[in-house]
T-cell receptor
Framework: GDSVTQMEGPVTLSEEACLTI???????????LFWYVQYPGEGLQLLLK?????DKGSNKGFEATYRKETTSFHLEKGSVQVSDSAVYFC????????????FGKGTRLSVIA | DTGVSQNPRHKITKRGQNVTFRCDPISEHNRLYWYRQTLGQGPEFLTYFQNEAQLEKSRLLSDRFSAERPKGSFSTLEIQRTEQGDSAMYLC????????????FGQGTRLTVV
């Protein structure tokens, strides 16, 4: 079945450092891909998404590009802030659209001043 | 509409008791999902509804779990004869129909079985 694999955390960075969180997936066809973020004490919220190959999703300075050839959707940010400290989840929805989101295990990011 | 609402936010129960959680989705969303999340893990799918029809159930959903969405609006998740292994965060999400649509999550109900 469909699955998502994320790099394990925790990841600790200094403010203004570059961030990459790796995400690869296994799915048939062309799934839709998502990054969700969970800030401390809050619910999951959508950060960005991409729905077809070579699409780039972006939001709040974060970007991720849907790479079909490497089945990847890595999350990147050029300069992280303390407020970016959270848990980040990569997820996919299968090609049919009739399946629920499948999530990775999450990567905890801590940004220190 | 203020988003997906879940009640209660926290529930502590003794092993063997039954518990019921409620989820109120975003009103125009016809799909509703239940997930379970344990510490250090991503959300694991339990079941989902399209309107009032329960379309899919995960193997994680044992016979002690039942979910309903009687009028295609709010949903309830009941756990009978709770066990310590049921302790987790139970998340509800809703979405429009469609392969590109994201799901909107509630803040979850944290269940502790003692």
């Amino acid at each position: 079945g469909d699955s998502v694999t994320q790099m394990e955390g925790p990841v600790t960075l200094s403010e203004e450092a570059c961030l990459t969180i790796n995400c690869t997936y296994t799915a048939t066809g062309y799934p839709s891909l998502f990054w969700y973020v969970q800030y401390p004490g809050e619910g999951l919220q959508l950060l960005l998404k991409a729905t077809k190959a070579d699409d780039k999703g972006s939001n709040k300075g974060f970007e991720a590009t849907y790479r079909k050839e490497t089945t990847s959707f890595h999350l990147e940010k050029g300069s992280v802030q303390v407020s970016d400290s959270a848990v980040y989840f990569c997820a996919l929805r299968g090609s049919s659209g009739n399946t629920p989101l499948v999530f990775g295990k999450g990567t905890r990011l801590s940004v220190i001043a | 509409d203020t988003g997906v609402s879940q009640n209660p936010r926290h529930k502590i129960t003794k092993r063997g008791q039954n518990v019921t959680f409620r989820c109120d989705p975003i009103s125009e969303h016809n799909r509703l999902y239940w997930y379970r999340q344990t510490l250090g893990q991503g959300p694991e799918f339990l079941t989902y509804f399209q309107n009032e029809a329960q379309l899919e159930k995960s193997r994680l959903l044992s016979d002690r779990f039942s979910a309903e969405r009687p009028k295609g609006s709010f949903s309830t998740l009941e756990i009978q004869r709770t066990e310590q292994g049921d302790s987790a965060m139970y998340l509800c999400a809703s979405s429009q129909e469609g392969r590109h649509t994201e799901a909107f999550f509630g803040q979850g109900t944290r269940l502790t079985v003692v």
